[in-house]
């Protein structure tokens, strides 16, 4: 079963780019998309739903801002858009496809680049998924959790880590919060099972020829329950196209994908 997800900074302008063209080629069971910046009524199915996938988005009310998406080659059993909280679910940052026991989800953490009061939005929502996760934990279900953290967890997962140390997105509290999920409530970050190597990065600054110079962070992943620790095969992070100021991550398991639905035709994508 391959999984992959990317921020797409924009999906209108990751289609310009060849996005689309090569996905058709990856195989994957399940897409994860993040920052769609659109609309639904804005897309063209024909482009914005690959052909053998249901299409799932789930739009932020502001236009040109945040919003998820998810494919799947297998119809889900069931498709959850939002977590329920309304001022997370109003800027359009949490998809979920059931699969029998398997939950994967799109997911799209606040940043806090652009001030005080997003880091707050930030760490607020922080302190609300923490639980979350843990009831998830204790479901017995499988979880495979892809998308834009917005938090570099730990030196190795940014180029320039000392002069981070007091920036969003490498701040202490946000690396002990993903230390506290990788630790106590049987999180995995499924990318380091495989690759421990350094300079494995996932997103690269516009600016100072960050992408060219390889100065960059982890920061998007797919986070696994525990139960899949035996299951991941493969992991890579796709560099020789660039769609966007992410790369896309591939993750390859040793997973049936299994689905109650009748899955003989493919629908329209939906909102």
């Given at each position: 079963m391959r999984i992959i997800t990317l921020n797409a900074n924009g999906i209108r302008s990751a289609e310009r780019k060849g996005f689309f063209q090569w996905l058709h080629q990856q195989n994957a069971e399940i897409v994860c998309i993040q920052e769609t910046k659109a609309q639904f009524y804005q897309l063209n199915p024909e482009l914005f739903c690959p052909k053998g996938y249901h299409c799932f988005y789930h739009d932020a009310q502001k236009k040109g801002y945040s919003g998820v998406a998810l494919y799947s080659k297998k119809q889900p059993d069931k498709i959850i858009r939002g977590i329920g909280w309304p001022d997370i679910d109003a800027e359009g940052r949490f998809i979920e496809a059931?699969?029998?026991?398997?939950?994967?989800?799109?997911?799209?953490?606040?940043?806090?680049?652009?001030?005080?009061?997003?880091?707050?939005?930030?760490?607020?929502?922080?302190?609300?998924?923490?639980?979350?996760?843990?009831?998830?934990?204790?479901?017995?279900?499988?979880?495979?959790?892809?998308?834009?953290?917005?938090?570099?967890?730990?030196?190795?997962?940014?180029?320039?880590?000392?002069?981070?140390?007091?920036?969003?997105?490498?701040?202490?509290?946000?690396?002990?919060?993903?230390?506290?999920?990788?630790?106590?409530?049987?999180?995995?970050?499924?990318?380091?099972?495989?690759?421990q190597e350094a300079e494995q990065y996932t997103w690269w600054s516009?600016?100072?020829?960050?992408?060219?110079?390889?100065?960059?962070?982890?920061i998007d992943y797919q986070i696994i329950s525990a139960s899949l620790k035996d299951k991941v095969r493969a992991v890579s992070i796709y560099k020789n196209e660039r769609f966007s100021d992410h790369a896309p991550l591939i993750m390859d398991y040793d997973y049936e994908l299994e689905s109650s639905v009748d899955d003989a035709s493919i629908k329209a994508p939906e909102l």
């Open positions: 059931q699969f029998n026991k398997l939950s994967v989800i799109s997911l799209y953490l606040p940043s806090g680049t652009s001030g005080e009061d997003r880091q707050a939005i930030k760490f607020k929502f922080m302190d609300r998924f923490l639980p979350y996760l843990h009831e998830c934990a204790q479901s017995g279900r499988d979880y495979i959790i892809c998308g834009d953290w917005n938090i570099a967890h730990k030196e190795i997962d940014l180029k320039n880590w000392r002069g981070n140390q007091k920036n969003s997105g490498f701040l202490p509290e946000e690396r002990a919060w993903l230390t506290q999920l990788f630790t106590t409530n049987h999180w995995l970050d499924a990318f380091r099972l495989i690759n516009n600016r100072g020829q960050a992408w060219k110079k390889n100065v960059g962070w982890r």
